[in-house]
């Protein structure tokens, strides 16, 4: 593997690695890390800061997904391991996105930024994701319920697509790197004591609060 393709790799990591969702919220004077779910991504943001905030964070995470997939794609056109080194900037940008340098390696779960990755892999396996997603969260008004369920039916869209292996292998990681982020989720979900989508900001709050005294 040639130093630009092991410089793209690290450049993923560190695009991957950036909190948006901490510093769109840091003129506010709240630390999501502390409040709500503690969670840096878009939900969280959400529910402490309102649905702007919360959509500016998403589409950031989605763009930092999907920019070092476009770079890898860009400078690595017509070299012999071009998909290899796409997949490896894919894995690092989710790797960098949960595990950040930045904020000790405590990052956020993962399903933006895998959306952004797979936007520019498979834009029609990411629609198919969408669907999951809004049709699970509809139901169940569980947000963490709508991302399992979306990331694991990513493999079977990606199948059906007829995208090739290493495609599915990549999905395959990243969905079950989101499955592992998500194992309080999980395990509040099997207890019935996930909080759903309609919990209001104003509870989120006072949650925080008392877990903070």
Aim: with cysteine.
């Amino acid at each position: 593997m040639a130093p630009q393709d092991i410089l793209l790799i690290l450049l993923s990591y560190l695009i991957g690695a950036i909190p948006f969702g901490l510093l769109v919220s840091r003129p506010s004077g709240i630390d999501i890390r502390t409040r709500g779910s503690r969670n840096i991504g878009a939900t969280n943001v959400a529910r402490l800061l309102g649905k702007k905030l919360g959509l500016l964070t998403l589409l950031l995470d989605i763009a930092k997904g999907f920019m070092p997939m476009y770079l890898a794609g860009f400078f690595t056109s017509g070299q012999g391991q071009h998909t290899l080194v796409i997949a490896l900037c894919g894995a690092a940008t989710i790797i960098g996105h949960m595990f950040p340098l930045y904020l000790r390696f405590r990052g956020g779960k993962g399903v933006a930024t895998g959306l952004g990755v797979f936007l520019y892999l498979a834009p029609m396996a990411v629609l198919g994701c969408l669907v999951v997603f809004v049709a699970a969260v509809w139901l169940s008004g569980y947000v963490s319920l709508g991302s399992l369920l979306a990331s694991a039916t990513v493999i079977l869209w990606l199948w059906l697509l007829g995208e090739p292996a290493w495609k599915l292998w990549l999905g395959a990681f990243v969905a079950v790197m989101i499955w592992i982020k998500h194992y309080q989720n999980i395990g509040r979900l099997l207890s019935g004591t996930e909080k759903s989508w309609s919990v209001s900001k104003t509870d989120e709050n006072r949650e925080a609060t008392d877990c903070e005294q």
